[in-house]
């Protein structure tokens, strides 16, 4: 009978021990400054165009986003 009830209190100190250590932790969440935040409002749209041997070419698109932010995107 001893030997239940040390069998018995270990198990639910080690049940208490194990379920209290897993408990929920805090999720941090890292806000990225340079992406657009909710929705993005599109302003403008041009294009880049080769010019002198460059060979450079491409889009840029202007914007601002939910909070007021202005992007230029290349």
Do not use: H, W, Y
């Amino acid at each position: 009978m001893k030997i239940q009830n040390v069998f018995l209190s270990v198990l639910f100190l080690g049940s208490v021990m194990f379920f209290s250590s897993c408990g929920k932790e805090e999720v941090e969440v890292i806000v990225d400054p340079t992406l657009p935040q909710g929705t993005f409002t599109l302003a403008k749209t041009g294009s880049i165009v080769e010019e002198n041997g460059t060979k450079s070419k491409g889009s840029v698109t202007l914007g601002t986003d939910s909070k007021g932010t202005q992007f230029v995107r290349f």
